[in-house]
């Protein structure tokens, strides 16, 4: 809301320079956001007044202006349409810098020289108004800076409220914030007015059907009014909130609505169309013109306001269109009435429109406010449009909404904010909040109706620190709660499996898990999706079911930018809908993915990354947390190629997948090669993950290596060797490593050469010649028996 | 002067030259100048044929060891150029040999360094699921039942009376309900709003959220912890502001704005020429959250505070669009490895 810094001048007599008030009302609450100079666009701007126009040979849409600026005459092209002799303008001199960065100078216009240019309201940065040139009040002084003459020489403070401080959606709130701060009272408005001996109630009389959404409606009725403009003044405190004036009638209830927060409107009594106002929902499907133009179909949502039979305001949003005020208007119906919040919440939204109204209705205006306010609006209708105001406010409140009653143990207070206040302060600050308080020892305050945000204790303990500074307020130097809190073993865990990941060259993914529910069904067609009802975009439609998505797309998104080489890995969850009430499922995964090939330096040639690379990540986890052994068990799985898709085993428990990506799956996202990709279940994983290791003793014996290649069918595996040679070679082969595969020209087809690498140790002596070579001639025997193995000879 | 005396006087010579000799090209000269046919110590040798027996032994001894010293002393210093000199064989610029260290997710990075300094100050972590339930995200947080944030524009509802939580406050109100105080918790985690997504605002990103609760907790400790915090993280010399501010599950409620680290507070680009940012927000636990889960809120009182990740790692590291967290592209992610 943007406010004029003079108007919470005159309002509390504070006089703060700007820049202090902003500082201390946001440090308060409410957050000045940016102040800006009212008159920034007028320096080098003075008042003149228009004595000829001509016509400018050859150009029908610009004429030549002369002005007079006091000591000095000048000759003007001007090309708004109307400019005329007798106006009061303003002329901005060379030098001046208009709104937009327009800076004036001296021009030559069909050989006529101008160097200064009369302005509209926009280039004065007053309004966005551009339709034509600014035309001032008559008794203008000619010759005077265009600021002193508008009263322009303030400040524009706009301020960022918070949701739940309606009070403050008005300049008398902020006030009475300001007044607190500076221990001082606001100084309201007068209300004076004089009303004729005709009652009001003779002319309108007021029902309420739904009480629920108004609880109050007040009528005043003004004859006589003469529409016309508003004194600059107002339009002054209107402008610099960003509203724009119309005519007098509705200027006034505008600028009632800025000053107390208070939505009045006012309707054209003789088009009002009966003698009484009903308040009732809406029926289904009837139809109402607002004053904008647009015809609605309205639903029970909306509060009307009604003549009896049709509908002349949508109450609290905005008047009807066949009862608004215009020139010709002589008496006028003003109303101010107080509608429930969530009413008009609900009905603003069935008609799609948000309004100055509808938002400080929303908020909570206050029930008790309307005399002030009707009052204040009458009075300024008496002074300005000369209206006669008939005596008496109609006021329709069947049941009062009375203030509520709020005890506050000071003790309690400084207990909760850690400070040391009197009950003398606190009083003091809730008196200057306009809260009633009395008693000693526990304070019995009465909240004022304009405060609906205020509801038990705690909330005035707010009101208290923040006026007295959230700054006065100490910084605890110790510590307190509980002292010892523990790492969770899953937190380890994810920072275990960041470590040794990122340490084997994987870098970490993070992914939101929002993805396109299309690719998801080409990869899981019968695992269910949670969807999202209401998507920002098409290709973010549920959350993810499994990782394997997300690490597509992002190796997709790093191949489309040429980073072709991966290694990737990211812990997240899956997520799928449950059936019953608790029984929703977020599962934490971990995925893995390789593509392109490994780096190129001078010493090492790349090589294609390939399965070998996530089983190695595999087994440096299994080792890590003790999970143990993990096998891979074929099992078809649509995404991955038939003959490279494993599931991986965790003894008899299926913990993930594992395999290369399926071609065509790859294509749907854009990637062309080689991706090999792992999903693990983390759950399983970690119950059986964090096993305390064991000290093994060092050896004290020597070790006797032995190698030895086998030449055995290329369907052997490795795995099968290692085991047999495990076997075969009893306690006594303490390791058993594979450390080379040949498949070549020294090799039949169809073959292949596994080296392995056996460490032959007694744990209770040294091992003869003899020993070792009598059980590696047992473990040559067994791959023989086992797998046709022939020896080769090195 | 003897010949004996010569040769002493050869050495000496001999010796400060190779000295000062300033490159391999010069000690050969030497070499020549002094041990070559026509040098010096040869013309000595050349010379005994001419003595006594007795001189004969005795200068013919000093010379060959003369001889022999500086044929030693010239190598040495010779090798001695060629082992600091520039052309042999061995390169030491070639790149050295090292495996690649991956890089952890900045998002993550930030989040470890938040939760680690809680840590250290008694907090534990606790997470709780990302597809909540209005109760949690909103009811058990004191929501009026029609706030603006229940709505379709803010929120993404999800099928089944789901939503995805706006906040990682939901955990407070779980684990209120499973445990009594004292409790000290600290919740990283993804949140979303429903927003459209550009350089500035995303869909999804990353918020921490912690809470205390326990007897004779003040506002005065939410501020000591809070600006220890902050120096930890953003640096010592920091200053706070507390701001008061509105949260429907705090009261009282506060904005804390740091000074800028970029600018010392003076007034910079990334702190719009206000020498502050907006950092944090934070509170007393609304009495009505301890309420609802049934805890005693005379007993007991509490503070909770939310950062954001994503938003200050933008301004500590300088990073102008909140996309690049989310894209994952390895330059982005490598360079905070």
């Given at each position: 809301m943007d406010l004029s810094y003079k108007w919470l001048k005159e309002l509390t007599g504070v006089d703060w320079p700007v820049e202090e008030m902003g500082e201390r009302l946001t440090l308060s609450?409410?957050?000045?956001?940016y102040i800006r100079a009212?008159?920034?666009?007028?320096?080098r701007v003075v008042v003149g007044e228009v004595t000829d126009v001509q016509p400018v040979e050859g150009a029908s849409k610009i004429k030549l202006a002369t002005v007079n600026l006091g000591k000095t005459k000048m000759d003007v092209i001007c090309g708004a349409p109307n400019v005329d002799v007798g106006q009061t303008v303003p002329v901005a001199l060379e030098g001046a810098r208009l709104a937009g960065d327009m800076v004036i100078k001296k021009v030559k216009i069909r050989g006529i020289e101008s160097s200064a240019m009369i302005c509209s309201e926009r280039e004065l940065g007053?309004?966005?108004?551009?339709?034509?040139i600014m035309v001032l009040e008559d008794d203008a002084r000619v010759g005077v800076p265009l600021a002193e003459q508008l009263d322009y020489n303030d400040y524009i403070m706009t301020f960022e409220l918070t949701?739940?401080?309606?009070?403050?959606?008005?300049a008398i709130g902020i006030a009475r914030d300001l007044a607190a701060l500076a221990s001082t009272k606001v100084i309201k408005p007068a209300t004076d007015l004089k009303e004729s001996s005709q009652k009001a109630d003779s002319k309108i009389k007021v029902r309420i059907e739904d009480p629920v959404g108004c609880p109050r409606y007040a009528a005043r009725i003004i004859r006589n009014v003469k529409i016309g403009p508003s004194p600059w003044w107002m339009k002054k405190k209107l402008l610099m909130s960003g509203v724009r004036p119309i005519s007098n009638i509705v200027d006034i209830t505008n600028l009632v609505m800025l000053e107390t927060g208070h939505p009045l409107h006012a309707f054209d009594l003789e088009r009002f169309g009966s003698d009484e106002v009903v308040v009732r929902r809406a029926a289904d499907k009837e139809k109402f013109v607002t004053l904008d133009g647009a015809e609605h179909t309205l639903s029970s949502q909306v509060l009307l306001i009604t003549?009896?039979?049709?509908?002349?305001?949508?109450?609290?949003i905005m008047g009807g269109l066949d009862s608004e005020v215009e020139s010709?208007?002589?008496d006028i119906l003003l109303e101010a009435a107080y509608f429930d919040p969530v009413v008009i919440r609900r009905g603003r939204k069935e008609l799609g429109m948000v309004t100055e109204s509808s938002m400080r209705f929303e908020k909570g205006a206050d029930p008790n406010g309307i005399p002030y306010a009707i009052n204040r609006a009458a009075s300024l209708m008496q002074q300005l449009c000369g209206g006669e105001v008939l005596a008496g406010i109609v006021d329709c409140y069947p049941e009062e909404i009375k203030p509520k009653q709020i005890s506050l143990r000071p003790a309690r207070c400084n207990y909760v904010l850690g400070v040391h206040l009197s009950e003398e302060r606190m009083k003091e600050v809730l008196t200057g909040l306009e809260f009633r308080v009395s008693g000693k020892g526990t304070l019995e305050t009465e909240v004022p109706t304009?405060?609906?945000?205020?509801?038990?204790?705690i909330d005035l303990i707010e009101e208290i620190a923040r006026i007295d500074g959230y700054d006065k307020i100490p910084d605890a130097t110790a510590n307190i709660g509980p002292l010892f809190t523990p790492i969770h073993f899953e937190d380890k865990f994810r920072s275990d499996v960041r470590r040794l990941l990122t340490g084997c060259g994987f870098d970490e993914m993070v992914n939101?898990?929002?993805?396109?529910s299309h690719l998801a069904a080409l990869l899981n067609p019968d695992l269910s999706q949670v969807k999202i009802?209401?998507?920002?975009?098409a290709d973010l439609d549920i959350m993810r079911n499994t990782l394997v998505q997300t690490t597509l797309n992002v190796i997709s998104h790093n191949i489309a930018h040429r980073n072709v080489d991966l290694c990737l890995f990211e812990l997240g969850k899956a997520y799928q809908p449950g059936n019953?009430?608790?029984d929703w499922c977020e599962y934490q995964k971990l995925s893995l993915a390789v593509s392109g090939n490994t780096p190129h330096t001078w010493r090492d040639k790349p090589r294609s990354y390939d399965f070998s690379d996530l089983a190695g990540a595999l087994s440096l986890l299994g080792e890590h947390f003790g999970w143990g052994r993990l096998n891979f068990e074929p099992q078809s799985n649509r995404y991955f190629e038939r003959e490279i898709s494993f599931a991986i085993m965790c003894g008899n428990i299926m913990v993930g997948i594992v395999g290369k990506m399926n071609r065509k799956i790859a294509a749907e996202f854009e990637i062309k090669q080689d991706v090999y990709l792992a999903e693990l279940d983390l759950n399983p994983l970690i119950a059986i993950s964090g096993r305390l290791t064991e000290y093994q003793p060092l050896p004290v014996y020597p070790a006797a290596p032995r190698d030895l290649a086998v030449v055995v069918?290329?369907?052997?595996?490795a795995g099968e060797l290692v085991e047999t040679v495990k076997e075969a070679g009893?306690?006594?082969?303490e390791s058993v490593e594979i450390f080379d595969l040949y498949r070549g020209k020294q090799i039949a087809a169809g073959k292949k050469s596994v080296a392995i690498s056996i460490n032959y140790r007694s744990k209770t002596g040294n091992l003869t010649a003899a020993q070792v070579d009598e059980r590696q001639a047992a473990v040559v025997n067994k791959l023989k028996e086992k797998f046709k193995a022939q020896i080769r000879d090195k | 002067m003897s010949l004996l005396d010569e040769v002493t006087r050869i050495k000496q010579e001999a010796l400060e030259q190779i000295g000062k000799a300033d490159s391999a090209e010069r000690l050969a000269e030497i070499q020549v100048k002094y041990?070559?046919?026509?040098g010096a110590i040869t013309a000595v040798l050349k010379g005994l044929?001419?003595?006594s027996l007795d001189e004969k032994k005795t200068v013919g001894a000093a010379a060959n060891k003369t001889k022999a010293a500086l044929e030693q002393q010239i190598k040495d210093a010779i090798e001695a150029f060629s082992a600091a000199g520039?052309?042999?064989?061995?390169?030491?610029?070639l790149p050295g040999t090292r495996s690649r260290v991956g890089a952890i997710h900045i998002v993550n990075q930030v989040i470890d360094d938040i939760c680690q300094i809680f840590h250290g100050m008694g907090f534990t972590i606790a997470r709780g699921p990302d597809v909540e339930t209005d109760y949690y995200n909103f009811e058990a947080l004191n929501f009026?039942?029609?706030?603006?944030?229940?709505d379709m524009q803010d929120t993404m509802f999800v099928e089944g009376d789901r939503l995805l939580r706006t906040h990682t406050t939901p955990v407070q109100a779980r684990t209120l309900e499973k445990q009594q105080p004292p409790i000290k918790i600290i919740t990283p985690g993804l949140c979303f709003r429903n927003e459209a997504i550009s350089s500035r605002a995303h869909v999804a990103f990353h918020q921490v959220d912690g809470f205390l609760v326990d007897e004779g907790v003040t506002m005065a400790d939410l501020k000591g912890a809070l600006v220890a915090f902050c120096k930890a993280f953003f640096g010592e010399k920091l200053k706070l502001k507390f701001r008061p501010s509105f949260f429907?599950?705090?009261?009282?409620s506060a904005e804390v704005d740091i000074s800028c680290f970029l600018c010392n507070g003076k007034g910079c680009q990334v702190c719009k020429q206000s020498g502050w940012l907006e950092i944090l927000g934070c509170g007393m636990i609304h009495p009505n959250v301890l309420e609802k889960a049934e805890i005693d809120s005379e007993k007991y009182t509490g503070y909770a505070f939310g950062i954001g990740v994503e938003r200050p790692a933008m301004l500590k590291y300088r990073i102008?669009?909140?996309?690049l967290f989310f894209n994952n592209d390895i330059r982005f992610l490598r360079q905070f490895g």
């Open positions: 609450g409410t957050a000045c956001e009212a008159d920034a666009h007028m320096d007053i309004s966005d108004d551009h339709s034509g949701p739940n401080r309606a009070d403050s959606m008005s003549n009896g039979k049709t509908g002349v305001a949508a109450g609290g010709s208007t002589t304009f405060r609906p945000d205020i509801t038990r204790e939101h898990g929002l993805t396109d009802l209401n998507p920002v975009s019953g009430e608790d069918d290329d369907h052997v595996r009893g306690e006594m082969a | 041990l070559g046919r026509k044929k001419d003595l520039e052309k042999t064989g061995f390169d030491p610029t009026a039942p029609d706030h603006p944030a229940r429907p599950f705090t009261e009282p102008n669009d909140i996309r």
